[in-house]
């Protein structure tokens, strides 16, 4: 069976040398030999083992049996304000990544699991930090005849320290209490300290709530960092995205070795580069390497461009009032018509005089303009590689459109 290179290629050119500075000063063979990076946060199990064992049906009691074990933080400047503060620290074996793409992984994943946070995050590339604020719900209590619905608005900062160490915070020091009636509209809003709420001030109003409202802060910082430590085990152990631009990378160094430097380069647009969808001339090696294949060029025969369009005609549609009879239109009917439609799909085949390889499919759909710069790289070298002894064996571009 003949053997056929194909690939769907939206091409263009990419000057030389992208992605030529090796991340981090890592080489592809320690990236890819590297044990995969594990985080270890002994405090999630810690705490959120605490938490599970201070419970009690009775919220009060579980509010100030929390309460006992978890201290608010006062600030040293202004011993009046405290917050609640929660922090873990996740220590990284076997750090292999670059920050950019850790902050970016760990910004995708609030963005798809916590989206509260996406509108006010922020990623600084120089602090190395990710910082959000949002608004999160964290307890309700019925009533008969209200019912509570309590949230937070946290600092959360995510910072990279030492390269090794990975610290998540939040920081709250006040509740957002708003009271709906029986037909949930919404009636009136506290805005109260946590300092200055049960259970903290024993004999303040709505005990039950804020009590389900302390606990509840501590458990939802507590799963959002689980929730984080959980996918960084699963989804980044490795830096995929460095891998893949040390892997392009160690290929080019690869090719450049063997045939020197590229005279021109098409590729797939992508944000991760890959060599295997690329089309790299050498010209001083007299070399075309293509999906992993290496061709010499005395081998190429012919190039053709194939066009196979699709064809989707206009249709008229009618409107409002009115009817046909006999295809005539009778009463107040309105309609409107688009236009026929002609969608380009553009294919090189380049015929290649090589039982293994004997012929190269190029894929540029609607883009016509690739499709003939290929073409004419192609038409470049069969004119440079005719000889009179040969002439009649090879063909220039042709072009041909499927009917």
């Known amino acids: 069976m003949k053997r056929i290179l194909l690939i769907m290629l939206a091409m263009t050119v990419y000057p030389i040398g992208l992605f030529a500075q090796k991340p981090n000063g890592f080489s592809y063979e320690r990236v890819r030999d590297t044990p995969a990076m594990k985080w270890s946060c002994p405090d999630i199990e810690k705490y959120q083992g605490l938490l599970l064992s201070l419970k009690n049906d009775d919220y009060k009691i579980y509010a100030n049996n929390v309460k006992e074990k978890f201290e608010l933080y006062s600030n040293p400047n202004q011993p009046t304000d405290k917050y609640l503060v929660t922090q873990a620290i996740l220590t990284i074996e076997n750090p292999s990544f670059k920050t950019e793409n850790l902050l970016n992984h760990i910004s995708a994943w609030i963005k798809s699991k916590q989206k509260d946070w996406t509108k006010n995050m922020k990623i600084d590339m120089n602090e190395n930090s990710i910082v959000s604020t949002a608004s999160i719900h964290v307890a309700s209590h019925a009533t008969l005849i209200d019912l509570f619905k309590v949230s937070v608005s946290p600092l959360l900062v995510i910072k990279l320290v030492e390269d090794d160490k990975l610290i998540v915070s939040f920081s709250t020091d006040s509740y ?86 590229p005279t021109k380069v098409f590729t797939y647009q992508s944000t991760m580069p890959d060599i295997h969808k690329e089309l790299r001339f050498y010209e001083n090696a007299q070399k075309l390497v293509f999906m992993g294949k290496t061709i010499d060029f005395k081998d190429i025969m012919s190039c053709e461009i194939v066009d196979d369009p699709k064809f989707i005609p206009g249709r008229t549609t009618s409107y409002g009032l009115g009817f046909s009879i006999f295809g005539f239109g009778i009463g107040g009917a309105d309609s409107y018509t688009t236009p026929d439609k002609t969608i380009h799909s553009y294919v090189v085949n380049v015929k290649i005089d090589n039982m293994s390889t004997p012929l190269i499919y190029i894929a540029t759909g609607q883009n016509e303009q690739k499709a003939t710069e290929i073409a004419s790289t192609f038409e470049y070298i069969l004119r440079h590689q005719q000889t009179p002894a040969v002439k009649t064996q090879k063909s220039r571009v042709t072009r041909r459109t499927k009917r």
């Open 176 to 261: 957002k209490n708003s009271v709906y009636d029986s037909n949930n509209r919404l009636c009136r809003t506290y805005n109260d300290k946590i300092s200055e709420v049960f259970p903290f001030v024993p004999k303040s109003s709505y005990k039950i709530t804020y009590a389900k409202a302390y606990v509840g802060t501590y458990l939802y910082f507590w799963n959002f960092i689980s929730g984080l430590h959980n996918d960084l085990n699963v989804n980044f152990t490795k830096d995929p995205i460095m891998l893949n631009e040390l892997r392009y990378q160690h290929s080019q160094d690869s090719l450049r070795a063997k045939y020197g430097e």
